[in-house]
């Protein structure tokens, strides 16, 4: 085991050698900062702008949702909307509104203005780098949303919907000011939020500038101007980081722990961890053989040593699962992880008999753990009657192919738009769920559908956390994706320079960032 860990980082660190995109991204993407201005970094561009169906990510704090979720618990908490009230069994809720806000552009926030933003989300379905679009997904059956006064916002739906705070945290009630709306549901230019930043500039792919909303209606931001900038490559943001040209990193795969890990070790950095939303997981062509049967996707889920992997390549930094629903989720269930290599060589061979099959393992090429994990996976695999070939791809290319079902294993990532489940197992659990189309998955079971079709109308809490229970355990059990490990919100920052800076279960506590 100990000879295995150290070979495993040493794959890792190769890779990350040869991840390297030149020195030319290690400037600052405006010049010389000012000194008042603070240097970050992600892995992808957190604005992608006008076309994107959010226009940018909830942690550049810019736009801000109705219902936020509690740190400690998971649970809804209150953000634009103050306090909320469930009638009539779920078909209406009345929610009182935070006063004294304004958005970007010095418009007041009002009921109005959410009426506005759930009539523009119902014209189109979007799609984003972050999650979709989608009015029907976050307010399932919603019949009229009316202003009942300059505060006070109601919504009524045609099916009892008990469970709609939850659909409506984080991305599922951004809120936007009405005049960066476009007719078409996309938007008019620059997106205008009332959050504690808004957007100064932003060039795709390389940087959004972010300044201080001096009228925020709570405490305002630390920093007057945070700059982050996009270096899709790992290698290069320890590099940037170590030089100084980036004060800290964040978003999902911030940092890997193997090079966290290392810049632990220099005393003008700190790491701050915190727990995710996102599962890492195998998805599987149901489509095509050998993982339209059940079996072959249980002998894979059983072979897989979980604890192997995150020991390895997280150094401990996450948590082995075979639920696909996340542990941020307040209705998350905890199943045993085993490993049984007996009953997996015994299922693969009434699958494949004594032929051996070549299978397509697709990853990211941009991730460095993906490939060392891939490696590692493919030699086990072999013991299944399954040769491996790993095909690394840029993520665009790779999503394509999923969609036409070039592949028959690919390693993904799963994260909580909201705190409903529901968006969860329709995505990938119900035949026409957006992660079973874009992923070839070929996922389809009865007993899935019926309970989805209850919960839609059903008022009894029990009731509802039994069937939330039941899907989890099918997903075990029928594994249409064999779901890996929850990984933490590892991120590191300069703490010589730096004060504030903390993980979050998505993102970093940027508005409390400051200069010591």
């Known amino acids: 085991m100990r000879y295995l860990r150290v070979l495993l980082l040493f794959v890792l660190l190769l890779a990350l050698a040869g991840c390297g995109q030149g020195g030319e991204q290690r400037g600052s993407e405006t010049g010389k900062a000012a000194d008042n201005t603070i240097v970050l970094a992600a892995y992808r561009h957190l604005a992608p702008g006008e076309k994107d169906g959010f226009y940018c990510s909830r942690i550049l704090n810019v736009w801000e949702p109705l219902i936020t979720v509690n740190e400690e618990t998971g649970e809804p908490a209150p953000c634009l909307a103050a306090s909320w009230e469930m009638q009539d069994e779920g078909r209406v809720w009345v929610f009182r509104l935070r006063e004294g806000v304004r958005f970007h552009d010095g418009t007041d926030f009002t009921a109005q203005s959410v009426v506005d933003n759930l009539t523009w989300m119902g014209k189109a379905v979007r799609t984003s780098i972050f999650y979709l679009h989608n009015i029907n997904l976050y307010y399932p059956h919603l019949e009229r949303a009316e202003a009942l006064d300059a505060h006070t916002l109601r919504l009524t739906f045609s099916q009892p919907n008990i469970n ?16 960066c709306l476009a007719d078409d549901g996309g938007f008019t230019g620059t997106a205008l939020g009332t959050g504690p930043f808004r957007i100064a500039e932003n060039v795709k792919d390389r940087y959004v500038v972010l300044e201080r909303n001096e009228d925020y209606y709570g405490e305002k931001a630390r920093a007057q101007r945070i700059i982050v900038r996009s270096i899709p490559s790992a290698d290069v943001r320890f590099a940037a980081l170590k030089a100084e040209e980036i004060m800290g990193v964040m978003d999902i795969s911030a940092m890997p722990p193997v090079l966290a890990d290392e810049l632990a070790q220099d005393e003008r950095f700190a790491v701050s961890v915190s727990p995710s939303i996102m599962v890492r997981y195998l998805a599987f062509n149901g489509k095509k053989p050998p993982f339209d049967d059940v079996r072959m996707r249980r002998a894979v889920s059983l072979l897989l040593d979980r604890r192997q992997l995150v020991d390895a390549l997280y150094l401990g930094y996450a948590q082995p699962t075979v639920n696909i629903l996340s542990v941020s989720s307040p209705f998350y269930r905890d199943f045993p992880v085993v490993q049984n290599v007996a ?15 070549e299978i397509v393992y697709m990853v990211n090429g941009a991730d460095p753990i993906q490939k060392g994990e891939a490696e590692l996976i493919a030699y086990w695999l072999a013991e299944l009657g399954l040769d491996v070939r790993i095909e690394a791809l840029e993520q665009a290319m790779q999503l394509a192919a999923l969609r036409r079902g070039d592949y028959h294993i690919a390693r993904a990532q799963q994260g909580l738009p909201n705190g409903d489940p529901i968006y969860i197992f329709e995505a990938f659990f119900m035949p026409k769920g957006a992660r079973n189309k874009a992923m070839s998955l070929g996922y389809e079971n009865p007993e899935v559908q019926r309970l989805l079709k209850d919960l839609s109308t059903e008022t009894d809490p029990a009731v509802r956390r039994a069937a939330f ?48």
């Open 343 to 357: 009953e997996a060589k015994r299922l693969a061979r009434e699958v494949l008999g004594d032929r051996r099959m």
């Open 469 to 516: 229970d039941r899907l989890q355990e099918i997903g075990v059990e029928d594994q249409p994706v064999a779901p890996l490990y929850f990984d933490e919100n590892i991120v590191v920052y300069n703490a010589a320079r730096l004060t504030g800076y903390r993980a979050l279960r998505y993102g970093v506590s940027l508005a409390e960032v400051g200069w010591r």
């Open 164 to 179: 709609q705070i939850y659909n409506m945290m984080n991305f599922g009630s951004a809120i936007y000011a009405p005049s």
